[in-house]
């Protein structure tokens, strides 16, 4: 079982990697949002909602988006304003634990590197998220259930004319956790 306090103090002494060049590309942020219950502690997955053109139209992610000039080049202020905007739960730094690793993906509206930069809260409320049009769904999943081997498996994600396999979890009711999302929960759960 997992349990917030252990995690945080594994991210207080975690060094995560940061690109120093990271301010000269294309940057987004995402909030990793932990709340305790009496089986241990649960992260929020927002399920994207279907768009014409999106190639993760679906796919179970974490709130976030870009950081642009109103978040004061802060990816924290952003991952904190996208959350609030996309599923309507409030954070502040004050709630912040952690952050985990840099990572380098495409930004698809331009086909160019962008780093996105993943920020670990602890949530206390018990408010229930409101959804605006960019997400359908959200879900609190146990970190505990990602432990189990039996739920891991593997999709095959078409890239071109390439089916490239690749690990997920099948969280049922057609919905996936893979990509970066998994990697950053890999990434965190290792911590513990």
């Known amino acids: 079982m997992h349990e917030i306090a252990p995690l945080a103090a594994a991210l207080a002494r975690y060094q995560p990697r940061r690109y120093r ?14 709340r305790e219950t009496r089986q241990g502690a649960e992260v929020l997955l927002a ?6 053109g999106d190639p993760w139209s679906g796919d179970m992610a974490f709130p976030g988006g870009r950081v642009d000039a109103a978040d004061e080049a802060s990816a924290s202020v952003a991952a904190c304003r996208e959350t609030e905007e996309e599923v309507g739960l409030r954070l502040s730094r004050d709630d912040g634990i952690g952050r985990l690793n840099d990572r380098i993906t495409l930004d ?33 999943l146990a970190l505990a259930w990602l432990d189990e ?44």
């Open 21 to 34: 060049w990271r301010r000269r590309l294309k940057r987004a942020a995402v909030a990793v949002i932990l």
């Open 47 to 52: 399920v994207r909602a279907h768009r014409h």
């Open 108 to 140: 698809h509206r331009r086909r160019a590197p962008m780093v996105v930069s993943p920020f670990v809260y602890r949530y206390r409320d018990a408010d229930t998220p409101v959804l605006n049009h960019e997400i359908a769904a959200t879900r609190w």
């Open 149 to 192: 081997p039996a739920n891991r498996a593997a999709m095959r994600w078409q890239l071109g004319r390439v089916a490239l396999p690749m690990p997920c979890y099948d969280c049922g009711d057609g919905q996936r956790l893979w990509g970066l999302t998994l990697a950053m929960l890999d990434e965190l759960r290792g911590l513990s």
